[in-house]
């Protein structure tokens, strides 16, 4: 993985966001589900809760903050415990703000997102599920569950194994992202709003004065990555 990975790593919870908000699904309940809280999400605002499991069941790491999302292809997602990190897509550009660090990491969007679930949040509806199987678990926790299951095809490999939604009803509760070294990240969702009325600043940013900015370029036209 390049540089960014570690922000990435950070922010998986990011990822399972964006498989929650592909616009089509199929299959039984809980597909349904996740195709009726999509119909209608044009927005989303919540506070979540993020853990981060070791291959062995072990917990590495705990996080909490608030998320917002604009489709397409703008998010906020504001770490508050127990770090202060601020990811900010704003349709062109990815910025990473480490508050510790007092650094900022900025890159295309398109570029930074490759293929990672992320890149579902710009992905015209017609072609959100490319490279995605979609398939049944079933109640498990009390909540349905549907899992995306990433296939051949796309801009190269993904670097997850796959993505789990489950659904309380009609409400979405939990995600789970598996990457390819066995880590699970899992999320809750508390106090979900879908189509709140979102300021277009929340999804611009400016590096603070005195802050370290790191430029990544995107490839030249032609070139291989």
Do not use: C, H, K
Not at 119 to 148: C, D, H, K, N, T
Not at 158 to 179: H, K, N, Q, S, T
């Amino acid at each position: 993985m390049d540089a960014i990975a570690s922000p990435f790593r950070r922010a998986a919870a990011l990822a399972l966001l964006a498989a929650a908000l592909v616009p089509q699904a199929a299959g039984a309940a809980a597909a349904q589900r996740l195709a009726a809280f999509l119909e209608d999400t044009r927005a989303l605002r919540a506070r979540f809760v993020q853990e981060i499991v070791a291959e062995d069941g072990t917990p590495t790491e705990r996080a909490s903050g608030t998320l917002a999302v604009l489709r397409p292809g703008r998010f906020r997602w504001d770490y508050r415990e127990p770090y202060r990190q601020l990811i900010v897509a704003d349709g062109e550009r990815l910025w990473i703000y480490d508050e510790d660090l007092a650094q900022v990491t900025v890159r295309p969007q398109a570029r930074a997102l490759g293929r990672t679930p992320l890149q579902i949040l710009g992905a015209p509806a017609s072609r959100a599920l490319e490279g995605f199987a979609v398939r049944e678990l079933g109640l498990r926790g009390g909540l349905e569950w549907v899992e995306l299951l990433p296939q051949g095809g796309g801009d190269g490999p993904a670097d997850f194994e796959r993505i789990r939604v489950g659904f309380a009803g009609p409400r979405l509760a939990r995600m789970e992202l598996v990457d390819a070294s066995g880590q699970t990240v899992r999320l809750r969702f508390e106090a979900v709003e879908r189509n709140p009325a979102l300021a277009a600043s929340l999804f611009r940013f400016s590096p603070p004065p005195g802050v370290d900015v790191v430029r990544e370029a995107g490839p030249r036209p032609g070139a291989e990555e």
